[in-house]
């Protein structure tokens, strides 16, 4: 599988965003799909998780509610929509698709097998 990334850019505080992250490869509906981001100098952390189905997600604390993650199978396309964004949040945001695995939370890194190249968010205060 590969990812390819996309819709990164400059906003200001408040401002909203989507991402986007199209897939090769037929099975795509088979893999959970999630979003990660990086900021500089600090580890990359979970963002949201999509089942393949897309009957199930799964968010970080920190951006419920503002954060909308959303899959469209016959695109092989994952979104991020992002609203309300915050300084803090500049980032290399990453998406990544995994495997199914019985018990898997799909939060953390090791838990994907195939990351896409990422998209730089900036936001601006």
């Known amino acids: 599988v590969q990812l390819q990334a996309s819709g990164g850019g400059l906003v200001q505080a408040g401002g909203s965003l989507r991402l986007s992250c199209a897939a090769s490869g037929r099975t795509f509906s088979s893999y959970y799909m999630g979003w990660f981001r990086q900021a500089s100098g600090k580890e990359r952390e979970f963002v949201a998780s999509?089942?393949?189905?897309?009957?199930?997600?799964s968010y970080a604390n920190s951006v419920k509610g503002r954060f909308t993650i959303s899959r469209d199978n016959a695109k092989n396309t994952v979104y991020l929509q992002m609203i309300s964004l915050k300084p803090e949040e500049t980032a290399v945001y990453y998406c990544?698709?995994?495997?199914?695995?019985?018990?898997?939370?799909?939060?953390?890194?090791?838990?994907?097998?195939?990351w896409g190249q990422g998209t730089q968010v900036t936001v601006s205060s």
């Open positions: 999509i089942s393949g189905s897309g009957g199930s997600t």
């Open positions: 990544a698709a995994a495997r199914f695995r019985y018990g898997s939370t799909y939060s953390t890194e090791k838990q994907y097998d195939y």
